[in-house]
């Protein structure tokens, strides 16, 4: 630098130039690449000191917000859609196999190993039973047995048991396995649409952008099997509100599924349950890995 003015363009040179001696060379590109592309969204918007200030308010109450039960962090990425993106980037998928989606902030590992067919709604009026079912597959349509699907939903009153201190922590989630022929079956509650956490910086975000913090319907589950890529995904009740504008981008239309009404007689009416149920077929097509 020779005595003139320094520019903007000056300071952003230097601030990537800064990294250019980490040995690093994956976090280096990281750096660089954040570094440029945080000044460009300075210069470009012509950010004030006082959205500054107010950018550096937000980011501290998100740390102060964020704990063992709460991920604002995460409630960030997903209402800015770069969840999905990183998914996408990450799961470029062949032909035939089930697309991915978001893990989301309620997923706890350590779900309860659960019978086929069983019931994972562990308090009474958790909402209406719902039977889910079909296969595990691979791309060429042979059954995979054995693998392992993690599943945790919300019930009616749109709580996951890790928000609900009411609740038992296995309710609403247990792992299952395929069986010989690749099926797999369990009582579920029909899924409810539900609010993002919108309490914190996310909600007002939201709020004050006129976007609001509704999920369509939906059951979360992971797909695990040795030999495959491990799928995270959710199904989505075809009938639910907010599957054109869900707050976390995640619905993708190969994902949607019928509830079919079922009615108290029907001689298929899982053991345990009474009354009006419904019924969902998914099946799950895993690429080897
Ligand atoms: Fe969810």
């Given at each position: 630098m020779s005595g003139g003015r320094t520019v903007p363009a000056d300071i952003t040179a230097a601030a990537i130039a800064s990294f250019e001696g980490c040995g690093d060379e994956r976090l280096r590109t990281l750096a660089q690449a954040l570094a440029r592309h945080l000044h460009e969204f300075a210069a470009e918007v012509g950010l004030t000191q006082r959205e500054w200030e107010d950018g550096i308010r937000v980011l501290t109450q998100t740390g102060h917000i964020t704990d063992d039960r709460r991920q604002e962090f995460i409630l960030w990425s997903d209402s800015m859609g770069l969840s999905m993106l990183v998914d996408a980037l990450a799961n470029p998928l062949p032909e035939g196999a089930t697309e991915s989606t978001v893990l989301g902030p309620f997923y706890v590992p350590g779900a309860p190993q659960r019978e086929y067919g069983e019931n994972i709604a562990e308090e009474p009026d958790a909402g209406t039973p719902a039977w889910v079912y079909g296969r595990v597959l691979d791309t060429e349509g042979n059954p995979v047995a054995g693998a392992e699907l993690d599943v945790w939903q919300n019930g009616e009153n749109q709580l996951y048991a890790v928000q609900d201190p009411e609740a038992e922590e296995d309710h609403l989630r247990g792992v299952f396995r395929t069986r010989e022929d690749g099926t797999f079956a369990f009582v579920a509650v029909r899924p409810t649409p539900y609010t993002i956490p919108h309490d914190g910086p996310v909600g007002r975000m939201l709020q004050s952008t006129g976007r609001h913090p509704w999920r369509p319907a939906h059951i979360h589950m992971i797909v695990r099997a040795p030999g495959y890529r491990t799928l995270t995904t959710h199904i989505f009740d075809a009938e639910s509100e907010y599957l054109d504008s869900d707050a976390v981008f995640a619905v993708k239309p190969s994902l949607v599924r019928q509830f079919e009404p079922r009615a108290a007689?029907?001689?298929?009416?899982?053991?345990?349950v009474e009354g009006e149920w419904f019924s969902a077929e998914s099946d799950f097509v895993l690429v080897p890995e």
């Open positions: 007689d029907d001689p298929d009416r899982p053991a345990g």
